[in-house]
């Protein structure tokens, strides 16, 4: 297959996984034969630097063509003054929108090997499966935002349509794992959270009844998150409550550096669809794959990142846009095998011998080679 990916790297730490993840997604390609071509643009901080634009209409152009976008992490210190007229964030807000990736998943499954990087006791972990399905395009993120001397605002705004599709998306994927849903809200405060308890009631009555649902407030669920995290299945979310508790989650597994993303739109597009005739860009939504974490800047410039949540947002990529299946699995197995042998980068190393971004990532790579069995 041919495939042609965006490489969007951004900011910090960005650049040093999206590099990883590259390189294991070329060594899948040898192996499996695949020609997959990377293109390299600008977003964040260093599109800003570069253009003047956290998201340059280049990037964007380049992004709609492609068959799927990889991308590292936006922002650091460099451009975080409060009065900073444009914003790192503000390109990847703009690229999730105008690609209408409104559906955000979020794997957490905490592997074994990682089990004591965790600050939760380790029986509690055991088991827990769980999948964060993140509203992306709509909430607070993207209401009108005011501001004076002495007040500001933002606007948190949800349509019917925006939480049905989301919650449809989320219903999906509860019937593929376990048939659970919990639905995460503030509906004792505020009035969006009731529009979405109720437009989530009613989507799984009418459309998904061997779903079994449950409404659950977004504070309590942060405990019940770290108390009893094996009996939730698929969660699903509004914008803001899913980036807080993602984060949360991800000290489930143990590291930020281990959680990868999907952000998908519509339909989940196969590269080799037809192309639009008049302009070349295709006609149904494209994916971005991103680790959950930020340019971490405490860490950036100093090949320590933990390079396991890029490269396994690149496995993501190969199963939701490019359609391999066998391809995605290779990765997500040389990557367990890897944590099984304790190859280990600072954040998950506690005591032990840490390895270098580079190191883990040749790690994979050499385990690619005895996971992956490429039907002749
Ligand atoms: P962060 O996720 O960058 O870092 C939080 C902590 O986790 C830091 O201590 C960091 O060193 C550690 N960490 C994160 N990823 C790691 C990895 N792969 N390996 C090892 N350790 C890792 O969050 P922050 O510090 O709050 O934000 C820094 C900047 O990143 C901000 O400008 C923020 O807006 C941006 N950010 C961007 C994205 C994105 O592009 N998707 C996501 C989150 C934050
Ligand atoms: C994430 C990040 C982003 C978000 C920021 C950088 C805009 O925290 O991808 O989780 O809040 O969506
Ligand atoms: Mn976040």
């Known amino acids: 297959m041919h495939a042609d990916i965006v490489v969007l790297p951004g900011d910090g730490i960005g650049p040093e996984v999206t590099a990883a993840a590259v390189e294991v997604l070329r060594a ?45 992490a936006v922002g650091g210190p460099k451009w975080s003054d409060p009065k900073a007229a444009v914003r790192p964030e503000q390109g990847l807000l703009a690229i999730r929108k105008a690609l209408g990736l409104y559906a955000n998943l979020r794997p957490v499954a905490p592997h074994p090997a990682a ?4 600050p939760v006791k380790p029986h509690l972990l055991t088991g827990v499966d769980l999948m964060v399905v993140r509203e992306l395009t709509g909430g607070i993120y993207f209401g009108e935002k005011t501001r004076t001397a002495t007040t500001a605002s933002d606007l948190c705004e949800y349509d019917v349509g925006e939480i049905e599709r989301v919650v449809r998306r989320a219903c999906t994927l ?6 659970k849903l919990t639905s995460v809200d503030k509906a004792n405060v505020l009035e969006t959270s009731r529009l979405w308890r109720e437009t989530t009631t009613r989507v799984v009555a009418r459309e998904f009844p061997d779903i079994q649902l449950e409404h659950q407030l977004v504070d309590s669920m942060a405990m019940h998150l770290l108390s009893r995290p094996r009996e939730y299945d698929v969660i699903v979310t509004e914008n803001m409550f899913g980036d807080i508790l993602t984060d949360e989650a991800s000290m489930l597994a143990g590291s930020l550096g281990l959680l990868p993303s999907a952000s998908l739109g519509e339909v989940a597009r196969h590269a080799g669809a037809a192309r639009d005739a008049t302009d070349g860009s295709r006609s149904a939504t494209i994916g971005l794959y991103e680790p959950i974490h930020g340019s971490a800047p405490d860490i950036a410039g100093r090949g320590i990142a933990n390079p396991y949540a890029a490269i396994l947002s ?63």
């Open 115 to 118: 089990l004591g990087a965790s």
């Open 174 to 179: 509860a019937r593929s794992r376990r048939g």
């Open 314 to 376: 690149g496995a993501l990529l190969l199963r939701h846009s490019l359609g391999l299946e066998d391809e995605a699995d290779c990765i997500e197995k040389a990557v367990s095998a890897v944590l099984d042998a304790g190859v280990f980068t600072a954040d998950l190393a506690a005591s032990g011998r840490a390895v270098s971004t580079r190191e883990a990532t040749e790690a994979v790579i050499e385990q690619l080679q005895l996971e992956c069995q490429p039907v002749p």
């Open 28 to 72: 899948v390609g040898r192996r499996y034969g695949h020609a997959f071509g990377f293109h390299e643009h600008l977003i964040g901080g260093a599109a800003i630097d570069a253009t003047g634009e956290p998201l340059p209409a280049a990037t964007l152009e380049a992004a709609r063509r492609a068959d799927a976008v990889l991308l590292g």
